[in-house]
């Protein structure tokens, strides 16, 4: 069986909503936070694949194993379209005809790309972490994307119709942890409602973990806090390399 290695509201969420919305055969490992590493609640895993590890060579979550094909993959836009060709035989998370595909798949780029760089690690206005940084990417989001995203969405409930696809579980996942909290989606009433439609999926509840989690937000709370460094180096090891 397939293991998608998952920490929750990190990027891995989109691909653990995938995997909950088509009911697929894929193990879900959650994983925890303790001390700056990702770390199983069970104890180290180790992993077939070496160096390339448990969150990977850059050091982040997803990972997703298939031991039968050998296969590995650690970007989540990769991994979601794996998921569709294995497990979505009825094209029920990605559109069917090829110029909808096309879109879909840019936009699935898109917001590991470039959206979620953007909103990552966004703060809000007069927050400790407030900085010049942090100015040009509140503006970015509500001058540049905001904009694309409400005409991508065009009146419609979804990004790529009046049905759910995956390409939304990419953008949904970074604006639940940052973009609702840095205040910068409040100008935009269709982006809120689009969100609130999403965050109402039970999927998502799945994939992203109680929101009243305190330990938790507490782990995310250091990761910001390690983010917004001059070194930009999370010292984050694998539990392989242990």
Not at 26 to 47: I, R
């Amino acid at each position: 069986m397939p293991t998608l290695y998952h920490f929750p509201r990190s990027l891995s969420s989109a691909a653990a909503q995938v995997i909950a919305e088509l009911s697929a055969p894929v193990e879900v490992a959650e994983l925890g936070f303790e001390a700056g590493q990702f770390v199983p609640p069970t104890g180290p895993v180790k992993l077939p694949t070496g160096g390339m590890g448990l969150i990977g060579p850059v050091r982040s979550c997803p990972t997703y194993v298939e031991e039968d094909s050998g296969l590995t993959l650690i970007q989540c836009a990769a991994i979601v379209e794996r998921l569709c060709d294995r497990f979505d035989a009825e094209s029920t998370l990605r559109p069917a005809a090829p110029d909808a595909r096309a879109r879909h798949l840019s936009l699935l780029v898109f917001a590991e790309a470039t959206f979620f760089p953007v909103v990552q690690f966004l703060s809000p206005e007069g927050s400790p972490h407030d900085n010049a940084r942090e100015a040009m990417r509140r503006a970015r989001f509500q001058g540049l994307i905001a904009p694309f995203l409400t005409e991508q969405l065009g009146g419609q409930s979804y990004l790529c119709g009046e049905t759910v696809t995956a390409s939304d579980f990419l953008i949904g996942m970074p604006c639940m942890n940052n973009a609702f909290n840095a205040g910068v989606v409040d100008g935009f009433p269709e982006l809120l409602e689009y969100f609130e439609r999403l965050r109402s999926r039970s999927s998502f509840q799945q994939a992203h973990g109680d929101p009243d989690d305190a330990e938790l937000s507490a782990a995310l709370g250091a990761m910001v806090r390690t983010a917004h460094t001059n070194s930009w180096d999370f010292g984050y090891r694998a539990p392989h390399e242990d």
